[in-house]
């Protein structure tokens, strides 16, 4: 979720906000996962990004990769659709990659605050905000979606050639 950084008075993260911290780690890990399981994919097609370590280059690529004897038709449908499915994730790893997390706290609810490096150089006062379940739902869903790329990295290494038919038996009939 977006919102506008200035809504927030921000407190000192304090020892019972520890689990945003180990949140956002595993978050992490579980973007490091999703990235692996991209450009294993992406070496089984013989799909390269123009720059490397541009993963979104990569996504764009594999969006449109074509069926081929390496990659089946419903395959190329999944990974088109996993692509999509993938693209928003990168932007939420940015944000959380490249961002100072600040926590701040009610006396309900405590909230970790990431505004990208590049959107305060810009002045722009956007940041992403989480709670404690969001950001576990976010490290399950990255996790789930890099089991998905991997199902269709397996399935395309079993795809094997059409077989020619079986040669007759010894001492077989001849053809006419």
């Not at 973007?31 to 992406?42: D, H, K, Q, V």
Request: proline residues 7%; contains cysteine.
């Amino acid at each position: 979720m977006m919102t506008s950084i200035d809504q927030y008075s921000f407190s000192q993260p304090f020892e019972s906000n520890l689990d945003f911290y180990r949140l956002r780690s595993e978050c992490i890990d579980s973007f490091a996962m999703l990235e692996a399981s991209i450009y294993r994919l992406a070496a089984l097609l013989k799909i390269e990004s123009e720059t490397k370590g541009q993963l979104s280059q990569l996504l764009k690529k594999l969006k449109v990769a074509p069926a081929s004897p390496q990659l089946s038709r419903v395959n190329a449908s999944k990974l088109k659709d996993l692509c999509e499915k993938a693209a928003p994730l990168l932007d939420q790893r940015a944000d959380l990659v490249h961002s100072q997390m600040k926590v701040v706290c009610s006396p309900s609810e405590c909230l970790a605050i990431f505004q990208n490096a590049i959107d305060v150089s810009a002045g722009q006062p956007d940041a992403r905000v989480y709670n404690t379940r969001m950001m576990s739902e976010l490290a399950d869903e990255v996790q789930e979606t890099s089991s998905q790329f991997d199902n269709v990295r397996n399935k395309s290494t079993k795809i094997t050639p059409p077989s020619s038919p079986p040669l007759p038996s010894p001492g077989a009939a001849a053809g006419p």
